[in-house]
């Protein structure tokens, strides 16, 4: 499939195209890692044809799979991703994009220009693969509902779902905190509160990122590991153990939250999470810009 670059709209979803594989290439040089493969599942929910134009919403699964340097072990996340896409006929019958709008997992973080990565790199290089098998149960069944419904970054066997109990907030702001209470509560076996519940809808410390936030941590439900930018707090996400979480924000307020799941061959974090959905994925891939910072939360199971 080719984009039309003569519209405006396709001309920008193509360059857009451009910009976050050479995001993804310096985030790899900067990790010191090699993607081996990047194999998206594509799943057609609706089509609607006019005339010459055919209108596609989609969900697309990405795997990607990356080797660090002089490892054979290969490391595996999914990104899942909401397309609407509109396709035109061009004079030979052959079909191009004319505009596609999706909520990109790498928006906030297009640049890596002004990090250290030969520093980081090597720090990264240097560790070895943790032992996360003595983690407590509570911890271990977070992870386990975690990984069923992380929604379209999920596989055929969890459906691409989310859990149909619960409101998709998506298109109200977003879901990422709505999805971290439910690993809590579902998984983690946290009982709600007065200020942290869900009863036909979510309080604002269960489903705003900000106030979740502040709860965990003046609840006593969580103590902070770490805070500040990438630079800053990078070594101590070694720490994070899965169930516990990471809040990232700009300019004070959290707009996003991730729950740790895991940690990949060289012991870095991994995290899943709802709006663009992630599995397994590392902590900061997608949340590289220099303005963002992390809050690195111990959750006390």
Not at 219 to 240: M, T
């Amino acid at each position: 499939m080719l984009y039309d670059t003569s519209t405006k709209y396709g001309r920008w979803a193509y360059e857009h195209e451009l910009k976050r594989m050479k995001y993804l290439h310096k985030w790899a040089d900067k990790q010191g890692v090699e993607f081996v493969s990047i194999n998206p599942k594509i799943i057609i929910r609706r089509v609607r044809e006019k005339g010459q134009e055919v209108y596609v919403n989609l969900m697309v699964s990405t795997e990607y799979k990356y080797v660090y340097e002089n490892e054979s072990s290969i490391n595996l996340f999914r990104i899942g991703t909401y397309h609407s896409v509109k396709i035109v006929k061009g004079e030979e019958d052959e079909w191009f994009i004319a505009r596609e709008w999706y909520t990109d997992p790498f928006a906030d973080s297009l640049k890596l220009d002004d990090i250290k990565t030969v520093e980081i790199k090597n720090y990264i290089l240097s560790h070895r693969p943790r032992d996360l098998s003595k983690i407590n149960k509570r911890r271990k069944t977070a992870v386990q509902y975690a990984d069923k419904y992380c929604g379209a970054a999920g596989s055929e066997k969890t459906g691409y779902r989310y859990n149909s109990k619960y409101i998709n907030y998506n298109s109200r702001g977003g879901d990422c905190a709505n999805f971290a209470s439910q690993i809590l509560f579902e998984g983690g076996k946290f009982k709600k509160t007065h200020a942290w519940n869900y009863n036909k809808g979510g309080s604002k410390a269960w489903v705003n990122a900000h106030a979740f936030k502040n709860y965990m941590l003046y609840s006593g439900r969580g103590s902070l590991i770490a805070y500040g930018n990438y630079e800053k707090v990078y070594k101590a996400a070694y720490r994070l153990l899965p169930g516990d979480f990471i809040a990232y924000g700009k300019k004070g307020k959290v707009t996003h939250i991730s729950v740790v799941t895991g940690a990949d061959s060289k012991g870095y974090t991994l995290v899943n999470c709802h709006n663009i959905d992630r599995y397994r994925v590392p902590w900061d891939l997608g949340w590289s810009d220099k303005g963002i910072r992390f809050w690195l939360v111990r959750v006390h199971y």
